[in-house]
């Protein structure tokens, strides 16, 4: 390809229809990768119903100042936010066990007891992710 035919490539629309290159820019294979990769997400984004409620998700968005008609970005927010509470929910329970196999060596081991989500493995895990969470004085 020449540059005349690279410089008219890069500024011919995309599937949308718009042309989001600089004129005379040579477009790499990697970026038109990246742009395909982005348009076939944003296609799966309109058949995902997330786990989180839409109306919470506006709800907590409009709070926070954020507004915006695209319904695949919100989708978008609430699958990101259903990733950190699994991340979060994962890190607590794998606390849980850590000081549950500590303890075992102190106390008897029932098997069939339940795991419970206790408000220090959930200060741990959340320390990670640098949410400090700290009891109210009153609780203490």
């Known amino acids: ?7 008219t490539s890069a500024n011919a629309p995309d599937q949308s229809g718009s042309t989001n ?9 990697s970026e038109i990768q990246t742009e395909k990769s982005l348009a076939e997400f944003l296609v799966q984004m309109d058949n995902y119903a997330p786990i989180i409620p839409e109306a919470l998700t506006d709800y907590y968005l409009a709070q926070a100042g954020f507004e915006c008609t695209d319904v695949r ?6 699958l990101a936010t259903q990733k950190f509470i699994s991340d979060v929910a994962t890190d607590a329970f794998q606390y849980n066990r850590i000081r ?6 102190k106390k008897f081991h029932n098997k069939d007891r339940k795991t419970v989500l206790t408000m220090e493995d959930l200060t741990a895990a959340l320390a990670e992710y640098g949410v400090n969470i700290k009891k109210p004085e009153y609780f203490s």
């Open 100 to 105: 549950q196999q500590a303890s075992k060596d």
């Open 73 to 78: 970005i919100k989708r978008l927010l609430a």
């Open 1 to 7: 390809m020449n540059p005349e035919q690279q410089a």
């Open 21 to 29: 290159a600089q004129p005379g820019r040579i477009v790499s294979r």
